[in-house]
């Protein structure tokens, strides 16, 4: 059963018992009681995806196919194709690596209304290995046509992002993590929408884009520099990667000059490489830095070891910031005309 | 109902133009999979001018029958029966494979009208049709879906956990069939992935299993209304066929996997389909 709540919407005092993957499967619980179009899948990870929350309240719209995945995204396209809303939950590794076929063939191909919620992402299953570690999904995910790539900040941007979900059109791949991540959101009322960057600091000296729980980690980042270094720290909370919104990359460009990215994945391919395009493509130039897992396959520990082991923490964040504020890359002062 | 005598010869009459179509259509295709649509060409006939409950004019019916084309590759054999059924004018076949044209050689459900799935990589078909199948049971709906399998496609792992799941939700409005042409790309299916005893694999994962001529019209009504009229659990229709049937020169031949005509030799298997 969903948890009891404090409210309609999610608050701290929500997020900091439950899992961003709780919180999913009782807002989809929401969602069910008023869309009776939402059917839930899942491949044997109905208790550790929380969509098996959804499984105890509406059983009769819920599918475990066993462990199936590829079974699993090609029923939830038939689904989908005969009028019905399909949530799916397994691990990220299973649904980007395993089933990625049927995603991009069957409903991104097809443009179908599938929704998907992959758990684990990341390194967040980080003592399980690379078998469950899942570095790569933002670099797949956002190379599909069609697709929607959402990493949420935290279990309350989750419950925002699920939520619009339901109601934007054609396939989306929201990403959450495992456990118990620290939250950075205290209500739902910030004004979520998909494919708008959220500027959760405003600055002047440099940039951070980040998305998932590098948010919290920057937003701590920013703090700690104004205070010992006195730097203007701009943070955005990139939560959608694709669509990408290249207006606040630009902004970020024009006004910062400085960027970090900061994700927890391989630093190829996924949110650092997504803002590079839009920085390329300006023409106009920028000192820059990608924090992520520096393509290799992560060593195993749990996740909040990994994230400091790979810089993704406040101190690291803070220390590369230093690093990038010192660099001297505006050499040539003629670099606003060269466009 | 039982198929009639008439209702036989109109369909022989139908499969007959829908093989020329065939024909023409691989020859301005450029090259197509032409075997393997002249082995289901009865199959299809007989679904789109007996069976499915749709209408060409309004494609997107809510309540139309659904076929989902498993072996994509067939889709040569599938555009001509979709024409021919009154989905589009048999001209727009003169643009298979063109350049920015509609129709690709694996059909795409968002480009060609009347077709409920698009496939073309082998082993997704069932899992959609199970989807379908699952979605209408939920909704109360009373249409069918039929999904038509390569028997080469069966060496995919996806179609076992499929047909594991059609069972397990007992999944009795969908009708499978399977075109047991006996020949994949680089030979015969008993040399390079042997399927055999492969009614009995699909016994072991739940299906209840009929074996016919696929070219019978008959034996395919028979089959047709028993799946109708079974609940107990999901139907396969083995539909031992010939891979090339109707043209002479190609039948059983594992190199009319794919091929090209040119106009010479499409006048011969036309002559050879005239013969029957």
Redo the contacts between chains.
């Keep these: 059963m969903a948890k009891e709540v404090t409210g309609t919407t999610w608050t701290v005092y929500d997020a900091n018992t439950m899992t961003q993957a709780e919180i999913y499967g009782s807002v989809l619980c929401e969602l069910g009681e008023k869309n009776e179009k939402i059917v839930g899948l899942t491949a044997d990870l109905g208790k550790s995806t929380k969509i098996g929350i959804f499984g105890e309240m509406f059983p009769h719209r819920f599918f475990n196919v066993g462990i199936a995945e590829q079974n699993m995204f090609g029923i939830a396209a038939g689904m989908a194709k005969s009028g019905l809303l399909p949530f799916v939950s397994t691990m990220a590794a299973f649904t980007a690596m395993r089933a990625l076929e049927q995603v991009r063939t069957d409903i991104c191909y097809q443009n179908l209304n599938v929704k998907i919620i992959a758990t684990h992402g990341g390194v967040s299953f980080g003592a399980a290995g690379t078998t469950h570690h899942c570095t790569e999904d933002i670099a797949i995910m956002r190379s599909l046509a069609n697709m929607t790539v959402i990493i949420p900040a935290d279990g309350i941007e989750t419950a925002c992002a699920v939520r619009e979900a339901a109601e934007y059109p054609g396939p989306v791949y929201i990403r959450v993590g495992r456990g118990f991540e620290p939250t950075y959101y205290e209500t739902e009322e910030y004004g979520y929408k998909i494919g708008e960057a959220v500027t959760i600091a405003d600055g002047t000296d440099i940039t951070l884009i980040c998305c998932g729980i590098a948010v919290l980690q920057a937003a701590e980042a920013a703090k700690i520099l104004k205070e010992q270094d006195g730097l203007s720290v701009r943070v955005i909370n990139m939560h959608t990667i694709k669509p990408m919104d290249e207006e606040a990359v630009m902004k970020a460009v024009l006004e910062t000059r400085r960027i970090i990215t900061i994700e927890d994945h391989n630093i190829m391919g996924g949110l650092g490489s997504a803002v590079a395009d839009v920085i390329a493509k300006s023409g106009k130039g920028c000192a820059f830095e990608k924090l992520g897992i520096p393509d290799c396959f992560c060593v195993v520990g749990y996740p909040e070891d990994l994230y400091c082991y790979y810089g993704l923490d406040c101190d690291s964040i803070a220390a590369k910031v230093r690093d990038v504020m010192g660099r001297d890359f505006e050499e040539d002062e003629s670099w606003e005309d060269e466009v | 109902m039982p198929i009639t005598e008439n209702e036989i010869v109109k369909l022989k009459e139908q499969a007959k133009k829908i093989r020329h179509d065939i024909i023409d259509t691989t020859v301005w295709s450029g090259g197509a999979h032409i075997g393997g649509a002249l082995s289901m060409v009865e199959i299809m006939t007989i679904l789109y001018f007996k069976y499915m409950n749709i209408r060409p004019e309004d494609p997107q019916w ?1 309540d139309r029958d ?1 076929l ?1 084309l498993s072996k994509g590759h067939g889709g040569v054999g599938y555009a001509p029966v979709l024409s021919a059924r009154g989905y589009f004018d048999r001209d727009e076949l003169k643009e298979f494979n063109h350049f920015m044209s509609n129709f690709g050689m694996h059909l ?3 480009k060609v009208k009347g077709v ?3 496939t ?2 082998l ?2 078909g ?11 049971r ?2 109360n ?1 009373e249409w069918y ?1 039929y999904c038509i399998l390569g028997d080469g496609e069966c060496n995919e ?2 179609v076992w ?2 047909a ?2 059609a069972a ?2 007992k999944v009795t409005n969908l009708v499978t069939f399977v075109d047991r042409n006996k020949l994949m790309i680089d030979g015969p299916t008993e040399e390079i992935m042997s399927l055999e005893p492969f009614a009995e694999k699909w016994h072991a994962f739940g299906f209840i299993v009929k074996e016919i001529d696929g070219h019978d019209f008959r034996e395919l009504a028979d089959a047709i209304d028993y799946a109708h009229s079974e609940k107990s659990g999901p139907v396969v229709i083995i539909c031992y066929t010939k891979k090339g049937r109707g043209v002479d020169f190609m039948e059983d031949q594992v190199k009319w996997h794919y091929g090209s005509i040119d106009s010479e030799l499409a006048v011969k298997a036309h002559e050879s389909v005239e013969r029957g």
């Design positions: 809510g659904r989902v795409d459900s968002l409920d799935a698009s073309g990589s082993g997704h069932l899992s959609m049709s199970i989807g379908l199948a699952l979605g209408a939920f909704q709906k879906t792992g996806t956990e499929a594991m799941s397990h939700f």
